[in-house]
T-cell receptor, first 113, second 112 residues
């Protein structure tokens, strides 16, 4: 089955450590996105990539970094510079065609103590 | 400003009730408005609205967009406990990509 796989589902880290969240898709989609969701809130865009080897900052990119070396993969690193990293992180993709809906992964819940 | 505002923030109803969820936005020039349902993990796509006044239906769910008044509503009739979820609306930006700006969501709880 085609889809988006995020791993791990749950991640626990100590403050000051960098952590990388994985996102892989086999949908052959060009565009990929990372969103952050806090309790009771909607989704906020961290980074997005419309094509391999290219990515842009979203609304809340500070303290995060990404890479897009392969079409299938768009890992997100949460650095120690991110002041409030505890959140639910969602990866999404779309084929890049006009008005195609985003497809989401099942998310990674990151807890930093 | 590029805000998408959803109301109410949360709603508790009983099975069989009809609910109306609201989504308002501020940008007049955009490509489409989308509704998603989020239970525990990944949001699942419900509707995409591009034209004003044309209702989209899927079973007990329906949605409509009013581009003049800058809002959309999502109706759920004869609610069931399985409708309990967070409902998200999102405005698609009017650029080459498919970026979305999401509202804060409405948390719906349907009691038996």
């Amino acid at each position: 089955d085609g889809g988006i796989t995020q791993s791990p589902k749950y991640l626990f880290r100590k403050e000051g450590q960098n952590v990388t969240l994985s996102c892989e898709q086999n949908l052959n989609h060009d565009a990929m996105y990372w969103y952050r969701q806090d309790p009771g809130q909607g989704l906020r865009l961290i980074y997005y990539s419309q094509i391999v080897n290219d990515f842009q900052k979203g609304d809340i990119a500070e303290g995060y970094s990404v890479s897009r070396e392969k079409k299938e993969s768009f890992p997100l690193t949460v650095t120690s510079a991110q002041k409030n990293p505890t959140a639910f992180y969602l990866c999404a993709s779309d084929p890049g065609q006009d008005n195609s809906p985003l497809h989401f992964g099942n998310g990674t819940r990151l807890t930093v103590t | 400003e590029d805000k998408v505002v959803q109301s109410p923030l949360s709603l508790v109803v009983h099975e069989g009730d009809t609910v109306t969820l609201n989504c308002s936005y501020e940008v007049t020039n955009f490509r489409s408005l989308l509704w998603y349902k989020q239970e525990k993990k990944a949001p699942t796509f419900l509707f995409m609205l591009t034209s004003s006044g044309i209702e989209k239906k899927s079973g007990r769910l329906s949605s409509i967009l009013d581009k003049k008044e800058l809002f959309s509503i999502l109706n759920i009739t004869a609610t069931q406990t399985g409708d309990s979820a967070i409902y998200l609306c999102a405005r698609r930006h009017n650029n080459a990509g498919n970026m979305l700006t999401f509202g804060g969501g409405t948390r719906l709880m349907v009691k038996p």
